[in-house]
């Protein structure tokens, strides 16, 4: 199935330590791009999510997000700096002696000092919460693949529509083609009657022209080729792996080999053709540059 490069995903998930927001975010790009960030605690766990993405997707920019919050089953303790404490004190009771004062100071005034009283939290086990991560991260992916398989199947009923137009304009180019050496033939007839008056057309030489003009604007090949590259995108348009660069070089060959017809056609309808079919091609590359 035809997928897009564009998406978006995302899924919560509680671990024993801290419980988690992922949200994944991709875009177009030429090739697969992944941005992962993390809190400071979690960045030994990039490069497992990196491969996650990777089984997930194969093309364009990727974002992920991580977001973690403290968890309610994370322990936490209180530990008293008694050095710290201790050196407080001793400034405290020396400044008093500077002073003269007597007063007490108040041991709720003390604790409430910098760094005399320390929280400290249970440093988390990493592959326990990778376990409660994980999930989230292939939920969100999960989530971003179905978005991009949906743009994709738009993608190719558009596509699909376009190369049928492609097709029934190579169709009535083909028609046209052998109209156009027999049109030389009598124009160049006529126009060397008009020059030659009474003295008869040598016909030998008139069919030699004409051959030699036929072989110059000669395009068969041409519409045999660019008809093998429609049913080659029509084919991938059902591909199950990733299609998007593939489909990029057979529009090129398709450009190439319109571009041709047109240099060698030597006939206002068919250029009238040629630009009407290059404008559908155009159209076609601005869909496949979204497509996976």
């Not at 330590?17 to 030994?44: A, C, G, Q, W």
């Not at 988390?124 to 978005?147: F, G, N, Y």
Request: hydrophobic share 40%; proline share 3%.
């Amino acid at each position: 199935m035809l997928r897009s490069m564009t998406g978006f995903g995302r899924a919560e998930a509680a671990g024993k330590s801290y419980t988690y927001t992922v949200e994944v975010k991709t875009v177009n790009h030429r090739y697969l791009d992944m941005v992962i960030r993390l809190p400071r605690f979690h960045s030994p766990l990039e490069e497992k999510i990196r491969t996650l993405v990777s089984g997930y997707l194969h093309r364009g920019r990727v974002e992920v997000y991580v977001q973690a919050a403290p968890g309610e089953g994370r322990s936490r303790r209180v530990k008293v700096d008694k050095e710290m404490a201790l050196a407080y004190y001793n400034a405290i009771r020396e400044l008093k002696e500077f002073l003269g004062k007597e007063e007490d100071f108040p041991l709720p005034e003390l604790v409430r000092l910098p760094e005399v009283l320390l929280v400290e939290e249970e440093e988390a086990d990493l592959e326990e919460e990778w376990r409660s991560l994980a999930p989230a991260v292939e939920e969100a992916l999960r989530a971003v693949v179905a978005m991009r398989e949906q743009e994709g199947s738009r993608l190719a009923e558009d596509i699909s529509r376009r190369l049928e137009r492609v097709e029934e304009l190579r169709r009535q180019i083909e028609t046209r083609a052998p109209l156009v050496v027999e049109e030389y033939r009598v124009k160049l007839q006529e126009r060397l009657e008009g020059l030659l008056g009474e003295t008869e057309v040598d016909p030998a030489r008139l069919a030699a022209e004409v051959a030699i003009f036929a072989e110059r604007c000669n395009i068969d090949e041409e519409l045999v080729r660019l008809h093998s590259h429609v049913q080659q995108m029509r084919g991938l348009l059902t591909a199950v792996e990733p299609v998007g660069r593939k489909m990029d070089f057979l529009l090129q060959e398709m450009h190439r080999e319109v571009n041709t017809i047109g240099a060698k056609a030597s006939d206002l309808t068919i250029t009238q053709l040629v630009v009407e079919t290059k404008g559908e091609l155009e159209k076609i590359r601005e869909q496949v540059q979204n497509i996976e």
